[in-house]
């Protein structure tokens, strides 16, 4: 079943308000399967992706990486 609800996260070298976004997901009273997070990283170098694959949520957690764009 797709989940209800997408939230889409922009990110450029925030990994750790990121990492206390997506833990505040973690401890939703929604189950995490009727949900998703997006989070798009916008060049960072700071360690964000590697953050991301070492996260592990219950939720699905989908990750879109591109060169620094900006706004």
Not at 23 to 48: A, C, L, N, R, W
Request: contains cysteine.
């Amino acid at each position: 079943m797709p989940p209800e609800l997408s939230a889409v996260i922009p990110t450029h070298n925030r990994r750790e308000f990121l990492h206390a976004c997506l833990d505040s997901f973690e401890h939703q009273s929604v189950p995490g399967e009727t949900f998703e997070v997006v989070v798009v990283i916008d060049g960072s170098t700071d360690g964000t992706a590697e953050m991301l694959t070492d996260f592990g949520p219950s939720f699905e957690l989908r990750v879109a990486t591109q060169p620094r764009a900006g706004a």
